[in-house]
């Protein structure tokens, strides 16, 4: 097999291996049909079973309770920066955005779009370090909905708790923390991700909806950007990414067989603070990023003393097996995603690197 190499990629990110040596296997004939998974019809009964078991897995391995729908659709999570204002506020109408980093930036352009914004916290002028306390949101009565992002990717600040709307339904991008640890649905309406961090490959956003959502959607939606018809279709309105639906069902399955989200969540704990901690000991060489209380779980950002030594610390780690460590175009520095694909052994291997290179360039 060719050597691969250890892929720090925000996302498209790491896949199991085990999964796509399965992917590969099948890749011909899928459950023995004679053919590609990629060449069926999406209505057929092979794909049928696919997306339901896709469904199931998911169901199974974050406990999704029955009165959650769950809606496959195209357009990345970026679309559903616009599906959700479209879907739930008219212009009439306010939401609350909280902001703590890029992504709640995007999600709150498109939002100003469709009604009034409230913005009850931002931390743009902190940088974007931080998250808020619960006890700080002051919520718009009213308030159509509070969307977040549970988990900043390029900033790597990471909620350490569910925000309670207190009776506002909560709308959560989960992009690049879903499957990273149990979720507690009873405090959500709408949990929304991008599959290609944390699930599976890109071309494929998993939407989790709460049912009564579904009744508040006005009449007169264009059909795909309604998930009420969407969810009528059982995601099927148009033709599927079927591929990426189909891996979410290997993915699942091999979640299940590694002892399912709690054992990531131990696994996850235990590589971040391994990075976590040469940071801290390195004497001021490496920074992080978020403050230390909101530390992501899954995306370590950090940066050197200079630009420079950013730069070169990640063209020299790529010349030594460990890939797609240069920070987001806007925040610069050094990022080491490490979702559950990312093993244990890579982020070792990034420590190693980082001590023998912060010696070489003290
Ligand atoms: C990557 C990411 C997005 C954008 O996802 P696309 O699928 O590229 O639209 C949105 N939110 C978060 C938190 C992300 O990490």
């Not at 998930?227 to 069902?249: E, F, K, L, V």
């Not at 175009?329 to 890579?346: C, D, M």
Request: with cysteine; glycine share 10%; proline share 4%.
């Amino acid at each position: 097999m060719t050597n691969r190499v250890y892929n720090f990629s925000a996302g498209p990110a790491a896949i199991p291996l085990p999964v796509l040596e399965r992917a590969q296997a099948e890749m011909l004939s899928v459950n023995g049909i004679g053919m590609s998974v990629m060449e069926i019809s999406h209505r057929s009964a092979h794909f049928e079973g696919i997306l339901a078991g896709a469904e199931q897995g998911l169901r199974d391995v974050l406990n999704v309770p029955d009165n959650f729908r769950i809606l496959f659709l195209q357009g990345g999570a970026s679309l559903q920066f616009s599906m959700i204002p479209i879907n739930f506020l008219a212009p009439d109408q306010t939401a609350d955005y909280v902001i703590t980093g890029f992504w709640g930036r995007k999600a709150l352009a498109e939002a100003r779009r469709c009604g009034n914004i409230n913005v009850i916290y931002n931390s743009a002028e902190g940088g974007y370090k931080s998250t808020p306390q619960q006890g700080e949101l002051n919520f718009t009565k009213d308030a159509r909905y509070v969307h977040y992002v549970a988990n900043e990717t390029i900033e790597g600040v990471e909620f350490q708790y569910d925000i309670d709307g207190g009776g506002i339904p909560v709308v959560c991008d989960m992009s690049s923390n879903i499957l990273s640890k149990p979720i507690d649905w009873n405090n959500y309406a709408l949990i929304y991700n991008g599959a290609q961090k944390n699930i599976g490959p890109s071309g494929v956003a998993v939407v989790f909806i709460r049912e009564d959502m579904l009744e508040r959607i006005p009449t007169g939606l264009h059909s795909l950007l309604d998930y009420r018809n969407i969810a009528a279709n059982d995601s099927m309105a148009n033709t599927p990414n079927t591929w990426a639906i189909y891996m979410i069902g290997l993915v699942c399955d091999w979640l299940k067989e590694q002892g399912g989200v709690t054992a990531m969540q131990t696994r996850n704990a235990e590589k971040a603070a391994v990075l976590y901690n040469a940071i801290d000991t390195s004497d001021g060489y490496f920074t992080g990023h978020a403050d230390r209380s909101v530390r992501s779980m899954m995306n370590v950002s950090f940066h050197l003393p200079n630009a420079e030594l950013d730069e070169k610390f990640c063209s020299q780690a790529e010349s030594n097996g460990l890939d797609g460590l240069r920070g987001h175009r806007s925040l610069g520095g050094v990022r080491a995603s490490i979702y559950n694909a990312f093993p244990r052994e890579g982020v070792t291997a990034l420590v190693d690197f980082m001590q023998d290179f912060s010696q070489k360039n003290g």
